[in-house]
Every structure is written in structure tokens, then in C-alpha cells.
Nanobody
Framework: QVQLVESGGGLVQAGGSLRLSCAAS????????MGWYRQAPGKQRELVAS???????TYADSVKGRFTISRDNAKSTVYLQMNSLKPEDTAVYYC??????????WGQGTQVTVSS
């Protein structure tokens, strides 16, 4: 089993930056991909960014050029660097991991609030 622990959310003014971290533990060798979803009040959860075990990254159009996903294999940690934050980025951000033949694994979520 894989467990995920997130950190790094908070309150920031528009134009500011935050970095989210997601530390994986357990059967980390089985992870195919990790990334981040977010869910704003009254909206569906949406994919923000992902990174595969091979290092391929994908981003939602709304965050391209502002957010960067990266990973530190030695620390089994994935990061989401968020720059030029906008009020519409306000949401609960959830880290996730994909492993073969198992449902998606979620972190506990971390609140990001961007004030205008």
C-alpha cells in the first residue's frame, strides 16, 4: 500500500507563490504516476498536473506556464510549484498516486487560498 502526506498549502495574495509537497511512503516502487487534483467549492475535482515514473509531465491548460510539477526520487516526494497565483486557483489540492490494479490513492488534501 502507498500512503501520501501533503503539505505546503496556505493563504497568499494574487501574484504570489506557493509550493506543495506530497511525500509517499509504503510500496512506492509500485507507483506509475503521481500528481495533483484540485476542487473548488461547488465545482468538480479537476486534474492540475501529473508526472509519470518516466518523468513525463502534463498540465491543465489553466496552469500551464505558471505551475511546475517535479519529483525527488530520493525523498519519494512530488512537488507542485505554483507561481503567479490567481484567485481562481483557490481550492483544496489533493495529491494522488496511481499503482497497477488498485484504485487511485489520495492524499488528505491541503487548502490553497489566493486573495485578490
Amino acid at each position: 500500500q502507498v500512503q501520501l502526506v501533503e503539505s505546503g498549502g496556505g493563504l497568499v495574495q494574487a501574484g504570489g507563490s506557493l509550493r506543495l509537497s506530497c511525500a509517499a511512503s509504503g510500496s512506492i516502487f509500485s507507483i506509475n504516476a503521481m500528481g495533483w487534483y484540485r476542487q473548488a467549492p461547488g465545482k468538480q475535482r479537476e486534474l492540475v498536473a501529473s508526472i509519470t515514473s518516466g518523468g513525463t509531465t502534463t498540465y491543465a491548460d489553466s496552469v500551464k506556464g505558471r505551475f511546475t510539477i517535479s519529483r525527488d526520487n530520493a525523498k519519494s516526494t512530488v512537488y507542485l510549484q505554483m507561481n503567479s497565483l490567481k484567485p481562481e486557483d483557490t481550492a483544496v489540492y489533493y495529491c494522488y498516486a496511481l499503482t497497477p490494479l488498485r484504485p487511485i490513492i489520495w492524499g488528505q488534501g491541503t487548502q490553497v487560498t489566493v486573495s485578490s
